[in-house]
């Protein structure tokens, strides 16, 4: 399974120099300048040449800061034991959830799509296996104004929407639940098997009722977080958390050079910063010396590198 982003822990600076700054960051020309650098990830062609820098800031439509500010939760470290290496793929596999890459289509809604993955694996984690739903992204895009829409939007926004008015259920394009995603996927890459992506949809309207023939009502399907947080921007402190509750959203810059992404452990070496992008962290490890953390995107299981992406 692909889909994953591999992050290394600690982004690394200096390399810029070695990329011509007059390259055209979608051609094959920086491509190849990237992969000349011999470092710790291989880039190749994921977005066809022509694809505009305002569809691919509006994909990753993380949108930082709108006055909302949820209180900071912080771990007690003493006695902590952290492995060196933690997947939650691994560690509650039982949890359909955890093992679902999902694809936001031509939506700037990366910031619903991480959150509601994460709330997913976080009902099934806290149950111990015993409740398992798929919240809906399709839900928290049309109805939470306050959070944002296909242009992007706000993740604590969007938590604090699930904790005061709850989310019903609703996965994949066409899938299960109460309200299943409504945009079909597309490639974001090339070759893709799907329909090239490059519109930029527009929000739907919000509609408080599940799909016919679904067997719960739309208020009796809502799921609601009981407590919601953010965390320090601390190493330990978010290897705690994801142990403890489950994988957590986080937002990372995306560079020129991330749009290539293809495999290995990403460091930023090169190209301007061009948007921020919200995704799903599932834990961390080491690779040649070089820690990383694990994400899952939300551009379809064909992205990426084998199901894991990591990040300096």
């Known amino acids: 399974m692909k889909g994953i982003l591999i992050l290394a822990a600690l982004l690394t600076s200096g390399w810029s120099s070695l990329i011509p700054e007059n390259l055209n960051p979608l051609s094959?020309?920086?491509?190849?300048?990237i992969n000349n650098l011999g470092t710790t990830w291989k880039a190749g062609r994921n977005f066809p040449k022509d694809t505009s820098k305002e569809y691919i800031r509006n994909l990753c439509g993380l949108i930082k800061d709108n006055g909302n500010h949820l209180p900071t939760r912080y771990h007690d470290t003493e006695g902590v034991e952290i492995p060196e290496s933690y997947d939650v793929r691994e560690a509650w596999s039982q949890c359909k959830s955890?093992?679902?890459?999902?694809?936001?289509?031509?939506c700037g809604a990366c910031w619903a799509h991480a959150g509601v993955e994460a709330m997913s694996d976080r009902i099934c984690i806290a149950s111990k296996g015993k409740i398992q739903?798929?919240?809906?992204?399709?839900?928290?895009i049309s109805c939470d104004k306050n959070a944002g829409g296909c242009q992007g939007g706000h993740v604590e926004a969007a938590w604090e929407y699930w904790r005061?008015?709850?989310?019903?259920?609703?996965?994949?394009?066409?899938?299960?639940?109460?309200?299943?995603y409504g945009y079909p996927p597309c490639?974001?890459?090339v070759p893709g098997p799907y329909p090239p992506c490059g519109g930029m949809a527009?929000?739907?309207?919000?509609?408080?009722?599940?799909?016919p023939g679904y067997n719960k009502s739309y208020t009796e399907d809502k799921?609601?977080?009981?407590?919601?947080?953010?965390?320090?921007?601390?190493?330990?402190?978010?290897?705690?958390?994801?142990?403890?509750h489950g994988p957590i959203e986080v937002g990372i810059a995306i560079y020129e050079d991330m749009l290539h992404y293809k495999s290995g452990v990403y460091q930023h070496h090169s190209g301007i910063r061009w948007s921020t992008h919200a995704i799903k962290m599932l834990g961390w490890g080491v690779e040649n010396g070089v820690k990383y953390w694990l994400l899952a995107n939300s551009w379809n299981p064909y992205w990426g590198d084998n199901g894991k992406s990591t990040h300096t």
């Open 164 to 180: 005061d008015t709850g989310i019903v259920s609703g996965g994949l394009y066409q899938g299960e639940g109460c309200k299943p």
């Open 133 to 140: 739903v798929e919240v809906s992204a399709q839900d928290v």
């Open 98 to 106: 955890v093992h679902v890459i999902r694809d936001q289509g031509d």
């Open 187 to 189: 490639s974001h890459m």
């Open 202 to 211: 527009k929000t739907p309207e919000c509609e408080i009722e599940c799909v």
């Open 223 to 244: 799921t609601y977080g009981k407590n919601v947080y953010s965390l320090p921007p601390d190493e330990e402190q978010l290897q705690i958390e994801i142990m403890k």
């Open 28 to 33: 094959d020309e920086y491509i190849e300048a």
